[in-house]
């Protein structure tokens, strides 16, 4: 990410709080949908962002949700692996974020 950012450090920081901030509303919004489409949408951006950032098992669970929404296959097998990886990698930001 400090290509991106051009190694600001408080650049990073702000935009992994800003996807910490959207993974955690992901979670949410997947839990209240029933609509795949929306879920399709939702899944799409995630992906984008995570790998924005670096986030690869996050962006790898949003393309199987995108998948199974786009294909009308049940998705609880890929939403409880997003909800996984959003946990995980808000945990790992949670700790840079901590520590720096």
Known sequence: MSRQTLGDR??????????RRQARQVLFQLDALNNP???????????????GVGAWRVASAAAALETAARHGLPAGDAVAALAEAISEVCGEIDDLLTDA
């Not at 408080?10 to 996807?19: D, G, I, K, P, Q």
């Not at 879920?39 to 790998?51: M, T, V």
């Open 10 to 19: 408080s650049v990073e920081r702000e935009v992994l709080a800003l996807f």
């Open 37 to 51: 489409s929306n879920r399709l949408e939702i899944a799409h951006a995630l992906n984008g962002s995570a790998k």
